[in-house]
């Protein structure tokens, strides 16, 4: 079985696939960007279910339901806050990566979308993260049964460079 790997430059809370990632804050409690955007669109479930997760931290991730999202799922992760890169902040980036789709195979989920982690408030700069971001997904999804990772771009610019990186 292969897996499928693509780029769309789309609105993550519109995808019908097992689970989208929400690139969220430590505390799961919604914020701004993706986390807002994703909190808004599934409901106040969601709120509810994360309340009870307890916080989430970088690097790590946690699912919950997708409550009115078309996605079942949410997988929560934490990226870095960039400070310059000599802070374990790739290494912690490539973490979110593998542990979101660890998460997925463990829960027998096929299909997921990631958002550009790490690029918007956290600073992360968006060439190195798409980077790492389709090097570590390439590496992590040998025998997980996942059939299907989209990168979901919010820019022109960040789907230009994941459609290079894929197409590599």
Same mark, same amino acid.
Do not use: K
């Given at each position: 079985?292969? $897996?499928?790997? =693509?780029?769309?430059?789309?609105?993550?809370?519109?995808?019908?696939?097992?689970?989208?990632?929400?690139?969220?804050?430590?505390?799961?409690?919604?914020?701004?960007?993706?986390?807002?955007? +994703? %909190?808004?669109?599934?409901?106040?479930?969601?709120?509810?279910?994360?309340?009870?997760? =307890? =916080?989430?931290?970088?690097?790590? &991730?946690?699912?919950?339901?997708? !409550?009115? *999202?078309?996605?079942? %799922?949410?997988? %929560? $992760?934490?990226?870095?806050?960039?400070?310059?890169? &000599?802070?374990?902040?790739?290494? *912690?980036?490539?973490?979110? !990566?593998?542990?979101? *789709?660890?998460? &997925?195979?463990?829960?027998?989920?096929?299909?997921?979308?990631?958002?550009?982690?790490?690029?918007? +408030? !956290?600073?992360?700069? &968006?060439?190195?993260?798409?980077? +790492?971001?389709?090097?570590?997904?390439?590496?992590? *999804?040998?025998?997980?049964?996942?059939?299907?990772?989209?990168?979901?771009?919010?820019?022109?610019?960040?789907?230009?460079? !994941?459609?290079?990186?894929?197409?590599?």
């Amino acid at each position: 079985m292969t $897996t499928t790997l =693509g780029a769309l430059r789309a609105d993550i809370t519109t995808l019908e696939v097992d689970a989208i990632v929400n690139a969220a804050n430590s505390s799961l409690l919604g914020g701004g960007g993706v986390d807002g955007a +994703i %909190h808004r669109a599934a409901g106040p479930e969601l709120l509810a279910e994360c309340r009870r997760l =307890g =916080g989430c931290p970088t690097g790590e &991730a946690r699912i919950t339901g997708g !409550y009115r *999202l078309p996605a079942r %799922h949410v997988i %929560h $992760t934490v990226g870095p806050v960039w400070r310059g890169g &000599a802070h374990d902040e790739p290494e *912690l980036l490539a973490a979110c !990566y593998r542990n979101s *789709l660890a998460l &997925a195979a463990h829960h027998g989920l096929r299909s997921l979308a990631f958002p550009c982690i790490g690029t918007g +408030i !956290y600073g992360f700069p &968006a060439e190195a993260a798409a980077g +790492i971001a389709v090097t570590t997904v390439r590496e992590a *999804l040998h025998g997980s049964g996942i059939h299907q990772v989209l990168f979901c771009c919010f820019s022109e610019a960040d789907l230009l460079v !994941y459609r290079s990186l894929l197409d590599d």
